[in-house]
């Protein structure tokens, strides 16, 4: 690549590879939404399509349960807190 080029284009193509990896691989985001949590010690919500538009909250114990939420958020639309109604606990 000659100067030109570097300065109409400045994407690294080793950055453009990594980007690339990564977004292949979809599918594992929740996986690292779910280690995040459980680092900062809560718990884990996740919608899945076997729940029927229920969420599973998992806990750091490994405990699973069906909930209902509402995210709750503060004057400028952030959310603050998340409040859940179980429904059912789940096998482990």
Known sequence: MNELERKLNPVNME???VIDRL????TNMHELGRQRAFELGNPFYGQFK????YWR???PSGEKFLVTIEVIS????MP?????TLIKKLES
């Open 15 to 17: 950055e453009i590879s």
């Open 74 to 77: 503060d004057e400028q639309g």
């Open 57 to 59: 909250k998992e806990l």
């Open 80 to 84: 603050v807190k998340i409040k859940d």
């Open 23 to 26: 977004l292949k691989n979809m």
């Open 50 to 53: 076997e729940y029927g538009g």
